[in-house]
């Protein structure tokens, strides 16, 4: 079957062809191509194996996968990182040179060794990888730290690494050569481990403001001038869902965007060759201003150029349950923009493709598969969905067993809405399982 034609294959995520992926690593921008490696698996469907797989692009959403570029060694499999490039050449593997970071997990090889962290360079635009012979350039802080994310820091002249330690605990690091470096600061990301990410963003005021970022899209904002990060919010959420992990910023992108991927850690693949997806690229900014800022992500401009055919509806009145809006659409890819007006209590309930999203006004908050969002303190609500082939996590569904299905090979299977919105409940299952015993009776 050829590729991206498969019935379960997304059509503007990026999936490899094969296998399993998870973690994005090494986002840089370079030369007019943007670079996606990624945690892959080359030879399983199972997460094992760790291998730096690559993938490019022109345009943030049409993807090429392209050779693999590290594998494991004597250090370990190869865990996440990240990757610039040294316009200085301060590393002195030539000016303009993509530099890689990454951690071996040692626990992964025979003899098993610590987790450390390495570092590996292309001179050609990523199509050929050389490690460093003096690997590793950083040895055990903790059991798994792992994860290192770079940065360069044009006020301090130095580049910044941002590594996970252990439990909720970071730290920061220094260097001007990318092979030696000192540990200056810890810091703590509660609720959070794994995958930090660092970078910088003007607010509202026009202030600078940096952001600190986990694995689970908790984040901190703050100061920072080359030798601390001064924390000034409180641990805040940006990542909502269940289907998002493991979020890196590319290096070097252009205009001074910073954009955004995560690993799509949920999904069904049934009998695909492939396992798992990324997300959108979102671009990031900042609202509001001193402690009262919020980070904000958007799809990025380029997922415009998939617009094909618009359809637009009139104001609809939804009087009540008895007169629902159903809007028939034959088409696998979507974008539905959505504007809500606020009312005084009640419910909007919606179901996309059997999945519900709802609005409850009374509670003020977004519902999607039990995650909870507050909505904002405005009087319109607006939303916007893009909708892939298989973009949706995991849906709660639960196998029901019945003798006189199973030896006429009939399995049942019931999603579990009361599961994905705890204000779903009463007797309804009970009713299901009643009329089902009245049916196979007949059987």
Known sequence: ?????????????????ENWINDPNGLVYCDGIWHLFFQHNPESNIWGNMTWGHAISHDLIRWEQAEHALYPDEHGTMFSG???????????????????????????VLPERPYTQCLAHSTDNGVTVQKYGGNPIIGNFAKGNRDPKVIWHEESK?????????????????????????RFQDLTLPGVTECPDFFPLTDDSGSLRWVFWGAKGKYLIGSFDGSKFVAETETLTS??????????????????RIIQVSWMNKGLYPEMPFNHQMS????????GSAKDVRLVRWPVKECESLRKKTLRLNTQQIADWKSPLVIEIQSDLMEVSLSAVRRAGGRLHMSIRGQAVIIDWEKGELVYQGNRVALPNSQTIELLMLIDKASFADPPLEDFEFSN?????????????????TDIGGNKLFKLKYNIEKILKNI
């Open 280 to 287: 959108i690229p979102v671009e990031l900014s900042l609202h």
């Open 405 to 421: 299905f199973s030896k006429h090979g009939i399995r049942l299977r019931v999603l579990r809405l009361d599961k994905m919105d």
């Open 158 to 182: 130095q580049w910044i690494m941002a590594l996970y330690l252990i439990d909720n605990e970071y730290c920061l690091l220094r260097s001007r050569d990318c092979k030696t470096w000192e």
């Open 82 to 108: 990240s990757a610039v490039i040294d316009h200085k050449n301060s590393a002195g593997f030539g000016k303009g040179a993509m530099l890689l970071f990454y951690t071996a997990a040692g626990d992964c």
């Open 239 to 256: 990542e909502c869902g269940s289907n998002g992990y493991a979020a890196q910023t590319w290096s070097d992108a252009p205009d001074g």
């Open 1 to 17: 079957m050829k590729l991206y034609s498969e019935i379960h294959r997304p059509q503007f995520h990026f999936s490899a062809k």
